[in-house]
């Protein structure tokens, strides 16, 4: 590794952005730190000239912090980790009367201790070279209140405070922490919770965007870059919800 190129670690590229925000960091002169990467990925990071360690498992291995592996391998190849992302958790909808208390577990593991685990990896080696950048994909749910999925979104909103704190915490550090809040995206989880991919369905949920449609994750892979690849420095703490209008 050259000393121009910078390092990113981005803990899921099997699906959503990951594939594409590691593509496009690869073509922004970063090596790359690559959790379960999907098929043909790897090959296609290093055609872009990135060098590229791959763990897999990651978020499984049943480590106390689930993100200790993929951090430290990346530190222990490269010396440095420049930038790091992360998206988790499951979309639990329905009535909150009707609601059992598992799913309110399942979001809080999902929606507040991944992202907990993903922080407290990451920003210590950021935190003593003071530099780095720390991205976590959350949703716009938490932004507002939400029909039908109502610890989903309690969840989500927890999440977007805690990166806010964590934000005001290491900024003095040079290190920026901030979230990307996504809904209505065109990949087939929200798909199954949504109910989209039957094609009536899909028409209303594109009738309640405000953009009436909805967004691909390679134009919110674009959109997260400006978070990660190192040529804004001076924006931390912030939540921005990528939902088409919908926040």
């Known amino acids: 590794m050259s000393d121009e190129r910078r390092v990113a670690l981005i ?4 699906f959503f952005v990951g594939p594409p925000l590691a593509r496009l960091l690869a073509d922004r002169d970063h090596d790359l730190v690559v ?3 999907e098929e043909g990925l790897v090959a296609d990071l290093e055609a872009r000239g990135a060098a590229v360690e791959v763990v897999t498992g990651v978020g499984r291995n049943g480590d106390a912090n ?3 592996q993929i951090v430290d391998a990346g530190l222990k190849r490269f010396g440095r980790i420049d930038a790091a992302s992360m998206f988790s958790g499951r979309v639990v909808t329905g009535r909150f009367l009707d609601a059992p208390i598992e799913d309110l577990h399942e979001v809080m593991q999902g929606c507040i201790e991944m992202p907990y685990h993903f922080l407290k990896a990451v920003a210590p080696s950021m935190v003593e070279r003071e530099s780095g950048q720390i991205l976590v994909l959350t949703s716009a749910a938490g932004a507002r209140p939400t029909n039908n999925a109502p610890l989903y979104s309690a969840a989500r909103a927890g999440a977007n405070m805690l990166i806010k704190n964590v934000a005001l915490e290491v900024a003095r550090h040079g ?3 901030n ?3 996504t809904n209505f995206m065109d ?3 929200f798909l199954r919770a949504s109910g989209g991919n039957d094609p009536a369905v899909r028409t209303k949920i594109e009738a309640a965007v405000p953009m ?3 967004g691909t994750v390679e134009e919110c892979a674009a959109f997260c870059m400006a978070f990660l690849d190192g040529t804004s420095q001076f924006t931390t703490g912030q939540f921005v919800g990528y939902a088409g209008g919908w926040v």
């Open 11 to 14: 803990a899921n590229t099997s």
């Open 35 to 37: 959790g379960d990467p």
């Open 66 to 68: 689930p993100f200790a």
């Open 175 to 177: 290190v920026q922490v």
């Open 179 to 181: 979230a990307v809040g």
């Open 187 to 189: 990949f087939p989880e």
């Open 212 to 214: 009436k449609r909805l």
